[in-house]
């Protein structure tokens, strides 16, 4: 990546519509999810001093490049991050208030598993500035969250969130659904639980197959069996609509439902394509430098991720300037997961010149909606986001 | 030059897997025409895909010297036929070229009945027949029995059979011998004007076309002009050679001799198998009879999977016919598939066979589709034109009726299975001709029409019996039926590739088969999909294809945006494999799923 340079730019970049955030990635897990595709490795001894040598500088190095930003938020994912010391995540937090003026709504999160051990570290995060906790619980019986592969209980994550809300204002919990062998009903009767223990916020994920994952390979072997078929998983997806909002969490996003006021700002950096840093292994990043935007890239491999950090002076590994086209597909793919869409005249203004969109046929099926200067899905639409996309940018 | 007493023409007729090949190699090693060490097995098939199916499917011939117990020296000329019916007319003319015939049959299993198709042929040549009872050294072999059934099922005395094994070397002299003593020799004048039958002809990359000729009357010699009198062409003779069975050069051809040559002839298409040769000068006045050009009976599709290879598929098509020329193509264009050809064959082999060798030899992936047969349209101001795409099917309203080709299909099974096939055969609006009894194997013979053959019938026939009936056909003619085109509709607009022929009262059952297959097989969309099976304007079968309900990243975070977006540029990519019609995207794996119709 080129150094920030000095050109007069007066005009504000597109990124500024959607903020500035950072992520950090901590790679490591106590054991490996079926079905989980993230960069996430398992390993006994972990250095965690050396780990902060590292993020410390990379902080540093990007602090450089962005000078006089304002940070929205500053999100820790993982991996597992809660089994990061607090002492660490206190030093990086600290280290980040020093690099950057912070927003006046400025949210710091840190993913956690349900366990009762990582429940002990929460009041160290909380002293370290972490203001919001975001808890992978999946599910809440213990038939399902063995068959997902989790090493923690019903009982024991739902303990953990007892603590987690004692301690935080803000709790946000995950669940999976759409899982092996799940009725409609059942599904109803799970979330309505979950909807009265629901703090502020609630991620709800249908599962999904993904390729280099356990549940991958035993999907390709044909057995994975008793996951539901695209019309259960289309009643499934409308039945957690109805109830979420009914309770007063309406989906703000695709997968993501939260009380008014309570939506993950630093999640939205993203779905607003606004510019955001990756630091860690295998975590991504948007930055534009100089009037052009980067695509970041770094080492997946942890070992490898620090070797670079500690020798080259960046833990990146790749930037690569997005074409036109590029933005605009991202904008697209990533704005229209928002309830609210995205804004048309900065859709007009990325849109490649030479492009023809043709939303019309999308408007009149009713899978697209255009209200207060905004194109946005439908709840006919959102559930078919993938087909949309298809049909406008015409793949 | 060998005089006409010490020549033997013959072939050999024989089902596949009965030891045609195996018999041939002995005769060929027997006599040392090739030394041992060069002996491949199989010597005569030289095409991989006919070693592969043990299937002979262009003539193949050599010259064998022998030196016979008499102490006399021989000159024995097999040519090695094609073993199936497609090339009926080819191996009717390879049977005009020979005097003899061997008739192979395997002691272990019986007459078959292409067996049957060939020694007809034979018989009708004026053919002297030797039968030969192959495989005695296996202990399931039953020569008494066989030879029973020749007598019955044939009507040809088998007291004298030649016992065999072919594989183990029994009996090749006994064979070798009958050849010279039990075989006429050809009839011939050296003294008159050239006639020579054009047996076969391929082309080689060396030498360009290569005719093969048995001469009637007369002798050819290199450099002599000579004509072609079906064609009236010109040609000097650059090489003559007979085949041992490489070439080897020959100064002159003389009557009853079997042989090759060379003429700077440009293309197989330019020669016509049953042609008769004579000098430019001096000819003979009457050409040979009984000639006639090959005409496509099965037609169907081939476009590139993928629509680049075009140009590719496009070469090798021209190549494929320059050694081929019964074997006709024409461009066509698909809604459905894009550009391709409209190829004719001589049967379902040939298309397989040729289709094969396209994806082998020339590495394209190809869409075939649904084969269909010359359909013959009375139309109503009197013209008559012929069918060979049912997406060319006019107007009914402008068609007086349809004719469609009909065959004579003889069938031999185990009489357990016997039930199964009469039902197949009559399903297929088959009419029974024949049953008899040989042994516990009965003998069906079937009136059916071709299109309902073409379409899966022999797969169909190998599954009810388990691989053990034998089948042959030949076409006889044409005939009125109640034959309607069905047209399949994908939300309300027809797919050229899919609409057939069929008959009226079959077209419910096939149309209601293929929507519901296409039902599973075409991706959902945003809307709902009606898919229809027509006839004129009448839905004859429907379904209905739900509209999409279901399709998003349920996690989308920093981390997905490249991923993601990769991923709607590799669709946009691969949308070139999917076919359009109106706003329905039909993938290219649905089009030959459907086409692969199994019931």
């Known amino acids: 990546m080129p150094s920030a340079s000095l050109l007069p730019v007066a005009l504000p970049e597109d990124w500024e519509n959607g903020g500035f955030a950072l992520y950090i990635h901590w790679p490591f897990c106590q054991a490996k999810c079926p079905y989980c595709d993230f960069n996430s490795h398992v390993t006994a001894n972990i250095d965690q001093a050396r780990w902060q040598r590292a993020y ?14 304002v940070l929205r938020s500053v999100f820790f994912g993982g991996g597992t991050p809660s089994l990061m010391h607090p002492d660490l995540v206190a030093a990086i937090i600290e280290r980040i208030r020093r690099s950057w003026p912070t927003s006046n709504s400025f949210e710091v999160t840190l993913e956690a598993n349900p366990t009762s051990v990582e429940a002990g570290r929460f009041a160290g995060y909380r002293d370290a500035g972490v203001n919001r906790i975001s808890m992978g619980i999946q599910a809440l019986n213990d038939h399902d969250l063995k068959a997902l592969g989790r090493l923690h209980s019903a009982a024991e994550a739902l303990k953990a969130f007892e603590t987690a809300r004692s301690l935080f ?16 009903s059942a599904w109803r009767e799970e979330l309505t639980r979950a909807l009265s223990l629901a703090v502020d916020h609630l991620s709800l994920y249908q599962l999904t197959i993904e390729d280099g994952t356990a549940f991958g390979a035993r999907a390709a072997a044909g057995k994975l069996r008793g996951l539901p078929d695209e019309d259960l998983a289309a009643d499934l997806y409308e ?13 703000y996003e695709v997968s993501n439902h939260a009380k008014t006021g309570a939506q993950s700002l630093h999640n939205r950096v993203y779905w607003e394509y606004g510019d955001y840093a990756g630091i860690g292994p295998g975590a991504h990043g948007r930055l534009t430098l100089g009037g052009i935007r980067y695509a970041t890239d770094t080492p997946h491999l942890p070992g490898a991720w620090l070797e670079r950090a500690e020798t080259q002076g960046s833990g990146e590994l790749s930037s690569e300037a997005l074409t036109s086209e590029d933005q605009f597909s991202e904008f697209l793919l990533m704005g229209l997961r928002l309830r609210e869409g995205v804004v048309l005249a900065r859709l007009d203004s990325l849109k490649p010149v030479e492009f023809e969109m043709n939303y019309n046929g999308l408007i009149e099926s009713g899978h697209l909606e255009i209200e207060a200067g905004r194109l946005r899905t439908s709840a006919l639409g959102r559930p078919v986001l993938n087909a949309v996309l298809r049909e406008i940018l015409g793949a | 030059m060998t005089e006409l007493d010490h020549i033997r023409n013959f072939s050999i007729v024989a089902h596949i897997d009965h030891g045609k090949s195996t018999l041939a190699d002995r005769l060929i090693q027997e006599t040392k025409t090739v030394a041992d060490r060069d002996m491949k097995a199989q010597l005569l098939d030289s095409m991989d895909i006919e070693r592969e199916r043990g299937i002979t499917i262009k003539a193949n011939t050599v010259r064998i010297d022998y030196v016979a117990q008499n102490g006399e020296k021989y000159v024995l000329n097999l040519i090695d036929t094609p073993g199936h019916v497609d ?3 080819e191996v009717s003319r390879s049977m005009r070229a020979v005097e003899g015939s061997l008739l192979v049959v395997d002691s272990t299993q019986g007459v078959e009945a292409q067996t049957l198709a060939n020694v007809y042929q034979a018989i009708d040549a004026d053919h002297e027949i030797v039968p030969i009872l192959n495989k005695i050294d296996l202990p399931a072999s039953e020569c008494d029995r066989v030879a029973e059934q020749i007598e019955d099922v044939i009507g040809i005395d088998a007291s004298n059979a030649i016992r065999v094994s072919a594989k183990a070397g029994i009996g090749i002299v006994d064979t070798l011998e009958a050849i010279v003593h039990r075989l006429p020799a050809p009839k011939g004048d050296r003294n008159a004007p050239l006639k020579a039958m054009l047996v076969d002809s391929w082309y080689d990359s ?25 064609t009236g062409a010109v040609y000097g003779v650059d090489t003559l050679a007979v085949l041992k069975p490489q070439m080897v050069a020959i100064a002159e051809l003389g009557p009853g001799e079997i042989g090759v040559f060379t003429a700077s002839i440009k293309q197989v298409r330019d020669t016509k198998v049953g042609d008769t040769i004579t000098h430019e000068k001096k000819g003979c006045e009457k050409p040979l009879p009984g000639f006639k050009p090959s005409i496509p009976v099965v037609f169907c599709g081939l476009f590139p999977v993928d629509a680049n290879d075009f140009d590719d598929l496009r070469d090798a098509i021209e190549k494929l016919a320059l050694n081929d020329a019964s074997f006709t193509y024409e461009m066509e264009t698909s809604a459905a598939l894009g550009f391709g050809f409209r190829c004719g064959f001589l049967g379902l082999l040939h298309l397989e066979v040729i289709r094969d060798r396209l994806e082998r030899e020339y590495d394209i992936d190809l869409i075939t589709t649904a084969p269909s047969v010359v359909y013959h349209l009375y139309m109503k101001d009197g013209e008559l034109r012929e069918l060979h795409n049912p997406a060319d099917m006019p107007d009914l309203t402008y068609v007086s009726h349809i004719e469609e080709p009909r065959i004579k299909a003889t069938i031999l099974v185990p009489d357990e299975y016997l039930g199964d096939v009469l039902k197949l055969c009559q399903d297929r609006r088959g009419i029974q001709l024949d049953l008899t ?9 079937y009136d059916l029409p071709l299109n309902e053959v073409v379409f899966d019938f022999y797969d169909r026939l190998k599954s009810v019996t388990k691989g053990y009936a034998s089948f042959d056909y030949q076409l006889t003619g044409y005939r009125e039926d109640n034959l309607v085109k069905m047209s399949i509709l994908v939300n309300d607009e027809p797919v050229d590739a899919l609409s057939m022929m069929v008959h009226r009262e079959r077209a ?6 293929m929507v519901e297959k296409l039902k599973d097989l075409i991706p959902r969309h945003m809307f709902k999909i009606p898919i229809q099976a027509a006839i004129g304007g009448k839905v004859i079968a429907r379904e209905t294809l739900s509209a999409l309900r279901k399709d998003v990243t349920a996690k989308c975070y920093g981390g997905d945006a490249t991923r993601k977006r990769k991923l709607l540029d590799k669709q946009k990519a691969g949308k070139k494999k999917m076919r359009q019609f109106g706003k329905v995207e039909i993938p290219q794996e649905a089009f030959i799923s459907a086409l692969k119709m199994d019931g």
């Open chain 1, 56 to 69: 410390l500088a990379e902080i540093d190095r990007v602090a450089g490049l962005t000078p006089g930003r």
């Open chain 1, 169 to 184: 204002d803000r709790v946000s919990f995950d669940l999976i659904y759409a899982r092996q062998d799940q009725s409609l």
């Open chain 1, 239 to 251: 039945a957690t609509q109805e109830l979420c909002e009914n309770a007063g969490f309406p989906a």
């Open chain 2, 87 to 89: 090339f009926a007319y």
């Open chain 2, 206 to 230: 060396y030498l360009g076309v290569v005719v093969m000729i048995r001469v009637m009357d007369g002798v050819i010699r290199k450099g002599d002009r000579i004509k072609m009198m079906q």
């Open chain 2, 437 to 445: 009894y040989a042994g516990s194997r009965a003998m069906v013979v």
């Open chain 2, 508 to 513: 419910e059952m096939r149309g209601r088969a």
